[in-house]
T-cell receptor, first 112, second 113 residues
């Protein structure tokens, strides 16, 4: 399943399917991006990051894709599991300081 | 090792009272951030510390909000004369170098009645 993070904040997928969570950012000067996962009642946890000199980065079951031309970031989760159910946030650093700007988040629900 | 800790985990206060929220960052992390998260919303940046100084206070919503950090470690976020709209989860994060991965605490859930 796919979501456009800011417009469709809820995504439901079947266990075992792949998930794609999207994030649009606004500042072309942004040069560092992080995806966070936030489970209910907990603080956000780092999943994966990518710098603007890369288009793709892979982790364990997760891949982040960066398209600087259209200022778009996506998180792909392979073989989604019930433990992946959480809210996912993208965060961008605009290269001029230390503040990260967070997206509104996408709630992922995995259906067993 | 120990992560970021915050206290209290929950705080219920009456409108008009002052509250103090505490954050203990990971040892050695020089950068410390405070965020506010309302129910079902994203993270709203409040303030950032590098060491004991706060070069960016741009996110503090009003002069009722203030924060300090001592010894390059513990930070306290103070909200004076609390209002109902202050009800939210207040998250603290720390990082080693600046503009790097932030490690978040579990948050303090503030409810103003």
């Amino acid at each position: 399943g796919e979501s456009v993070g800011l417009h469709l904040p809820t995504l439901s997928v079947q266990e075992g399917d792949n998930s794609i969570i999207n994030c649009a950012y606004s500042n072309s000067a942004s040069d560092y991006f992080i995806w966070y996962k936030q489970e209910s009642g907990k603080g956000p946890q780092f999943i994966i990051d990518i710098r603007s000199n890369m288009d793709k980065r892979q982790g364990q079951r997760v891949t982040v894709l960066l398209n600087k031309t259209v200022k778009h970031l996506s998180l792909q989760i392979a073989a989604t599991q019930p433990g992946d159910s959480a809210v996912y946030f993208c965060a961008e650093n605009r290269g001029t300081g230390n503040q990260f700007y967070f997206g509104t988040g996408t709630s992922l629900t995995v259906i067993p | 090792g120990a992560g970021v800790s915050q206290s209290p985990s929950n705080k219920v206060t009456e409108k008009g009272k002052d509250v103090e929220l505490r954050c203990d960052p990971i040892s050695g992390h020089t950068a410390l951030y405070w965020y506010r998260q309302s129910l079902g919303q994203g993270l709203e940046f409040l303030i950032y510390f590098q060491g004991n100084s706060a070069p960016d206070k741009s996110g503090l919503p009003s002069d009722r909000f203030s924060a300090e950090r001592t010894g390059g470690s513990v930070s306290t976020l103070t909200i004076q004369r609390t209002q109902q709209e202050d009800s939210a989860v207040y998250l603290c994060a720390s990082s080693k170098p600046i503009a790097a991965e932030q490690y978040f605490g579990p948050g303090t859930r503030l409810t103003v009645t």
